[in-house]
């Protein structure tokens, strides 16, 4: 049985692409491991032995066949192959390869000049092999030689004609010419090698030489001058000698003289002149047509290509200067066009010296530099034309102008322009077509640069035809020269979609034909025009691929290399036809690019067996369906794990520290882990049996257990362990086996190496004995350097055993190969054990040979005396002793200070047991009550801040002062005011101690005895009171001398509260520390009515004092303070300060104010019971 459902398509322009569908499993008729298909395929009509290819998988259902011929033919067959044979042929498909463009030029191709200006141009056809199409006719492109210039091209239209008359062509000029062929692919590989031709200088239209450019004067002198130039920028022709005519400007041109140099020369110098005259120099190139002569002008004579300049000779050169900017160039609007603008400006001072050229720069906006598009605009020019911009671009320009003496600066930019927007330059990229439905087909599309818009996008324009196959088949039967007939007989016209969302990306093409081949073609188009079209793309339409995925993708772990996939296929209304098959994509997780793999399946079964998969691996899986038109899309990638399995191998295993007794093993992870590695098994063993009788080591006095290992050892290393292992048991000069494998739930195969202890080959030898030496917490190792073997020594190990335990372990490395002595702490030992030491040189051989050992010595540290129990009990006893001492020295001194205390109370002040308050009623006139105090003899002396108080004594008569002035009847209204501590007159203070007991005085009871109110009593007292002069203060008799909690004075004793009074007037306090002085308001001006007595305005309070005229310290109307307004008739006691009478101003007492043989009084008085 042969296989059925065979069909062709073309894939690409060198492929086709054959499906079939397989044999079902009970037409093999044999092993099933032995069925595969074979392919045999040949160009149609084709004498020759076809070809085949032999596909050995019974489950494959389509190939594709490479390496074809464009534009060809082909039929295709296939057939079953087992064991036994071959099955019978399916019937042939035939399929043609895609067009393409011509993959060589025409040949013969020839081109003869006809005239000046045009060339004749011949060629033969393409090959027909290389012609990959039906061609549609041909391009010649020609350009100058050697020259920047764009290609130029002219198109032949057609196959018949094979021949062009090139026109407009340059005089004699030299043209490289290539013939192109085309197809409706595009266009095809040029002829070669180029065709160089000339066109022709004759002399009916001779072609003159262009003149030189650029000339420059650089040096002027009052005799002679010299001038440069550069060649002319298109010679038309070969210039054969340069011709030099210089004249007086006043002289004609008979007396010109004339010198030729020859063409290579670019400066010449003119002597002889004449001192400060003008001279005209022209400058002309030859041909061998002549010195540029051309046409003759009006009047019948001839007009000369000539460089002409104007110069005058003069020693003056030094005033001149470089010529100025020119003006801010302008560009006219309606001058502006999509590549080119036309530059105008207004010339600047051209220094004295004539301006020879003007060069103009150019700059793209908004980031480009500067650059120079002309430097040869012509002297006598003030606009220019910018060409070769950039469609719908923003630039601006500069001009600068160039004289003999140097260039000027560049001129202010002008002002930005945008170019006008032009069709764009490149077509989109079709990027796929792939059928959607059977009736449509999806296109995607990546659209041109920006820049190759040239304006704005405005959509894109999608052209689709049918291709006529079958009528170019039989045409191409019928009359085999017909191929060169016109393509729009073979092929419908156009159809055209705008589509007019600049950013589309894609467009489904729908209402299309089923089962036939469209051309497509794309385009985008601005508000200028439409752009060219892309290359044409083939689809087949009529078989579409399933627009939706497989559903239900689910992954089963069946062991440690297999995943079970299983899945639903896509939904019905998305299949676009039968489920051929499907393609499964698998690859591990984070790895896609370097581990994707595919597994086809060409049945609509719903499950596969992903196999041989790498053990405990993270595997991401996607299914896709597909159909006779092609693959649908991939279902979201499903993540599955394959079981754990034994791991691979350690990556490595690496010895280092390598002694003549130990040395360090690492290795590496597993490549593949296959699961979560549990643990290493490190297994050592001597690789050949070792005689334990010679197992000594060379220091075996010293160590009771110097054998090595001589068995097999077994050492299981947990995860997470560091990958190395310290091996210390070994034997000098022993070839060990080592081995290493992990484990996840079971081990994997192993990675050994062998290692033979000892010192290697050119390592060093032994250093001298060591010795060792304490200091304190520290052992120093002292030693003498042995031999350093082939190579210097780059520095000493030490190492160091427990002498009852014989194993040997590196305690320092790294000791510099300079020193022999080195110290380190004891904290490295273990405390009260015995060790032993040796050193070991090590150079880049490798360890050498140890030292003998050294002595064992203790790693008992020798406590310091600051730490043995002796000193701390010592130190305890002194410190009790020093806190006893210290204890009983405070008890002695609190005594002492107690005794000082009650023998210093004769000379304080006692606290008052009666306060005097003075205060103001609403008619400002004062009243004086005497309250009586509570007193407190125990409380009586009192010191605060170092001063004692306690209450003065009863004044005598004779020490108070009067005011005459009148005194109100209302005296019974009194002002109860606040409590006060008076001082006693230091020459009546008693010596007497006041005694422990206290007594209370009833404030009820009627005031008796007071001196007070024995005044207040009789009125008629009053009457000798005496005014005191105004303007005299005098000092206060009494003060206060206690303070409150806040260090402010306050009385002693407090005062029992009082019925409420009447609102006192206005009052003005001082601040407080202050005391108003008389200046300062009616209440300054104080008098001194008697002993202890003090007008308004006379008030000290707490540690205040009053200085002068009211200008002491205090509180102007604190605690305690005595106040009575201006035009009180009231006496009032005062306040003496506590500062020496030096500080008080002088004290004014009239004579009739003192008694005989009284005196003023210098301590304040309080009232008594």
Not at 364 to 369: A, G, Q, V, W, Y
Not at 421 to 441: F, G, K, M, N, R
Not at 920 to 942: H, T, Y
Not at 1091 to 1104: F, K, N, T
Request: aromatic share 10%; net charge neutral.
């Amino acid at each position: 049985m042969s296989p059925a459902n065979v069909t062709l398509r073309t894939a690409s322009e060198t492929s086709l692409w054959l499906r079939w569908v397989p044999l079902p499993e009970w037409e093999y008729n044999g092993n099933p491991e032995l069925v595969g298909y074979r392919v045999q395929y040949s160009r149609t009509g084709a004498v020759g032995k076809p070809l085949s290819h032999v596909i050995p998988d019974r489950l494959e259902r389509e190939f594709t066949i490479e390496d074809l011929e464009e534009w060809t033919e082909y039929e295709v067959r296939v057939q079953a192959i087992n064991g036994i044979g071959s099955g019978p042929w399916s019937q042939p498909v035939r399929g043609r390869t895609r067009e393409s463009v011509p993959s060589c030029g025409p040949t013969n191709v020839s081109a003869f000049a006809t005239t000046s200006s045009s060339i004749l141009v011949r060629w033969f056809e393409v090959p027909e092999p290389d012609r990959n199409g039906l061609i549609l006719g041909y391009k010649v492109v020609y350009k100058e030689k050697d020259s920047d210039s764009a290609l130029a091209f002219w198109t032949v239209e057609g196959n018949t004609s094979h021949s062009v008359q090139l026109t407009a062509l340059g005089k004699y000029v030299l043209y490289e010419i290539q013939v192109l062929a085309f197809t409706r692919i595009g266009d095809g590989m040029p002829s070669s090698p180029p065709i160089l031709e000339r066109t022709l200088d004759d002399g009916t239209h001779p072609r003159l030489a262009r003149p030189p450019v650029g000339i420059l004067f650089p040096e002027v002198r009052t005799t002679s001058v010299r001038l440069i130039w550069q060649s002319p920028l298109q010679p038309n022709g070969i210039i054969l000698a340069y011709q030099i005519t210089y004249r007086l400007n006043s002289s004609n041109s008979n007396a010109a003289t004339v010198d030729v140099l020859n063409p290579s020369s670019r400066q010449y110098t003119a002597t002889g002149l004449r001192a400060e005259s003008v001279y005209v120099f022209r400058i002309t190139a030859q041909t061998r047509k002549g010195w540029g002569e051309g046409r003759r002008g009006a009047g019948g004579y001839p007009r000369r290509r000539e460089a002409r300049a104007f110069l005058l000779s003069t020693v003056l050169r030094f005033i001149c200067t470089r010529p100025q900017p020119t003006s801010r160039p302008m560009v006219p609007q309606e001058q502006v066009q999509a590549r080119s603008v036309l530059l105008s400006w207004e010339p600047g001072s051209d220094g004295l010296s004539p301006v020879r050229y003007y060069t103009v720069q150019v700059r793209e906006l908004p980031d480009s530099n500067w650059t120079v598009h002309s430097a040869s605009v012509n002297h006598d020019s003030s606009s220019y034309v910018v060409d070769r911009l950039k469609p719908f671009t923003s630039y601006q320009f500069r001009v600068k102008a160039t004289n003999d003496i140097g260039d000027s600066e560049y001129s202010q930019e002008s002002e930005a322009i945008t170019t006008l927007q032009d069709a764009p330059d490149e077509a989109p990229v079709i990027l796929s077509l792939t059928p959607h439905t059977t009736t449509s087909v999806l296109v995607r599309w990546q659209p041109p640069a920006e820049e190759k818009i040239n304006g704005i996008l405005l959509g894109f324009r999608i052209r689709y035809r049918e291709l006529m196959y079958d009528r170019l088949r039989s045409i191409s039967v019928a009359n085999p020269n017909s191929l060169s007939a016109s393509w729009a007989d073979l092929t419908s016209p156009y159809s055209i979609r705008n589509l007019t969302e600049p950013s589309s990306t894609q467009y489904e093409l729908d209402n299309l034909s089923k089962h036939k081949r469209y051309e497509i073609r794309l385009s985008v188009f601005n508000a200028v025009g439409e752009g060219p079209t892309s290359s044409p793309q083939e689809v087949f339409v009529g078989e579409a691929v399933p627009t939706a995925p497989p559903q239900n993708v689910a992954i089963q772990s069946a062991t440690a290399t297999q995943l079970d996939v299983t899945w639903d296929p896509p939904p019905l209304e998305n299949q676009n036809g039968d489920i051929q098959g499907y393609k499964i994509y698998f690859w591990e997780y984070k790895r896609q690019n370097e581990t994707e793999k595919l597994r086809t399946l060409f049945l609509p079964e719903g499950g596969v067996k992903l196999k041989n998969l790498t053990g405990y691996t993270t595997y991401m899986i996607s299914v896709a369906a597909f159909n006779a038109a092609g693959d649908g899309p991939r279902s979201p990638p499903t993540r599955g794990r394959t079981q754990q399995a034994a791991p691979s191998a350690p990556s490595f295993i690496h010895f280092s520290e390598l002694t003549t007794t130990s040395v360090n093993v690492s290795w590496g992870e597993p490549v593949f882990p296959n699961g979560i590695i549990e643990g290493y098994r490190l297994i050592y063993e001597p690789c050949s049996p070792v005689d334990e009788s010679s197992l000594a080591c060379a220091d075996c006095l010293h160590s009771p257990s110097s054998s090595g290992v001589s068995k097999t050892v077994t050492v299981d290393v947990k995860a997470g362990a560091p990958y190395w292992m310290k091996i210390k048991d070994l034997a000098d000069g022993v070839t060990y086996n080592f081995r290493i494998r992990a484990r996840t739930f079971t081990y994997g195969p192993e990675v050994e190496a062998n290692i033979t202890t000892g010192p290697g080959e050119g390592a060093p030898g032994p250093p001298g004995e060591p010795f060792i030496s304490r200091y304190g917490t520290g052992l120093t190792i002292h030693w003498s350097n042995g031999d350093p073997g082939r190579a210097p020594i780059t520095r000493y190990v030490i190492e160091a055993r427990p002498s009852d335990e014989g194993l040997w372990d590196i305690l320092i490395k790294d000791i510099p190969k300079e020193v022999t002595s080195y110290t380190f702490n004891m904290d490295l030992l273990k405390q009260g054990v015995s060790y032993d030491f040796r050193v070991i040189g090590v150079n880049d051989y490798g360890y050498g040979t140890p030292s003998a050992p050294s002595p064992s010595i203790s790693a008992q540290k020798v406590a310091p005396f600051y730490e043995e129990w002796w000193f701390l009990v010592v130190v305890a006893l002194v410190g009790l002793i020093f806190i006893l001492l210290l204890v009983f020295i405070l008890i002695i001194r609190g005594q002492s200070k107690k005794y000082a205390k009650k023998s210093d109370s004769g000379n304080n002040c006692s606290a008052l047991t009666h306060g005097e308050m003075v205060r103001l009623d609403e008619s400002r006139f004062p009243a004086l009550e005497l309250n009586n105090r509570r007193l407190s003899v125990k409380n009586s002396f009192c010191r605060k801040n170092g001063v004692y108080t306690r209450s003065p004594p009863r004044p005598s008569p004779g020490s108070l002062h009067y005011s005459d002035e009148d005194v109100s009847t209302k005296y019974n209204d009194l002002i109860p005011a606040e409590s006060s501590s008076l001082t006693e007159k230091p020459s009546e203070i008693s010596d007497s101690q006041g005694s422990d007991s206290e007594y209370e005085v009833d404030s009820n009871r009627q005031k008796t005895h007071s001196f007070v109110n024995h005044y207040i009593s009789d009125p008629t007292y009053y009457n000798s009171w005496r005014r005191q002069q105004k303007g005299i203060s005098r000092a206060q008799a009494y003060s206060y001398a206690t303070e409150s909690d806040a260090g402010e004075p306050e009385p002693c004793a407090q005062p029992p509260p009082l019925p409420p009074l009447p609102p006192m007037p206005p009052q003005i306090n001082s601040p407080q520390g202050q005391t108003q002085s008389p200046s300062q308001g009616q209440q300054g001006q104080g008098q001194v009515l008697g002993p202890g007595v003090v007008s308004q305005g006379q008030v000290v309070a707490g540690q205040g004092q009053m200085q002068g005229q009211g200008q002491g310290q205090g509180q102007g109307q604190g605690q305690g303070s005595l106040f009575r307004p201006k035009g009180s008739r009231t006496p009032t006691p005062c306040q003496q300060s506590s500062n020496p009478p030096s500080q008080h101003g002088t004290l004014y007492r009239p004579p009739s104010s003192l008694a005989p043989g009284s005196r003023a009084p210098i301590a304040g008085f309080s009232s008594f019971v």
